[in-house]
């Protein structure tokens, strides 16, 4: 079955703009490399918040070969950032970026945020690419740190999006969905499960809004045109999450509560 398309990425002209946003985990990038740049160029993203890139030998150029491949450029992350990596279409100006590793407990893999503000048309946007801990605690604590960094950036409208390693009953992916916007939720559109490809059991993986930000649809783009289940099968361990948003223009820049 073929899915029906979320709105294509454009300006209105009130200056707000409808964004797609793509999250993905593409495991190092040890599998299917094409494979994966096809998925992510047939979902036509302005934004792309990426988890388990490449972090060690020659690691930026593997993040620029799949961002020319996919059609983007690389806005931040790696392995500064530990992992979450951020990618995005020419219609994005970069205001900044800010790479930050957590806190890290003895015996586990480091964590971090790949972090950046942005502006596209009249709006102001911080985003945010995290993977959190296998470990509950500390997975609780890192979603405490994620909306605690969000408060911090000062802009109007933010998006964090990324693998959770949580499901939607569990304790950090409900504080996220407290205070934020869970995407799927507010906008079902596509698949829901996201892990594994080949048999889809578990939501691990989200997009999150601001409650300033009208989401317009979010789920797995399985059936969307270009995308074929062999790709996605064949791409990584993830199901990617598309979703297309509308972001209102922010004239003075300034944070709203």
Known sequence: MVLTPLPDSRTEPDGSAVVRVLSYNIRSMRDDTAALARVIRACEPDLVFLQEAPRFFRWRKAAARLAKRSGLVVLGGGA?????????????????????????????????????VVRIAGTRIGVLSCHLSLQREERLAQSELLLQRL???????????????????????????????????????????????????????????????????????????????????????????????????????????
């Open 151 to 257: 408060e911090t950036m000062d802009v109007p409208h933010a998006v964090a999006a990324g693998d959770l390693n949580d499901v939607p009953t569990g304790k950090a992916f409900t504080r996220l969905a407290g205070r934020l916007q869970d995407c799927w939720a507010t906008a079902p559109w596509g698949g829901e499960l996201t892990f594994t490809p080949d048999d889809p059991r578990r939501r691990i993986d989200a997009v999150f809004a601001t409650r300033g930000i009208e989401v317009l649809g979010c789920g797995v783009p399985a059936g969307l045109p270009g995308i074929s289940e062999a790709d996605l099968r064949a791409a990584t361990d993830h199901l990617p999450l598309l979703a297309a948003l509308r972001v209102p223009a922010s004239d003075d820049g300034r944070a709203v509560p």
């Open 80 to 116: 500064p950032a530990a992992g979450p990596l951020l990618l995005c279409s020419l219609r994005v100006t970069v205001e900044r970026t800010e790479d930050v590793l957590l806190p890290r407990t003895p015996g586990l893999h480091r964590r971090g945020f790949a972090t950046a």
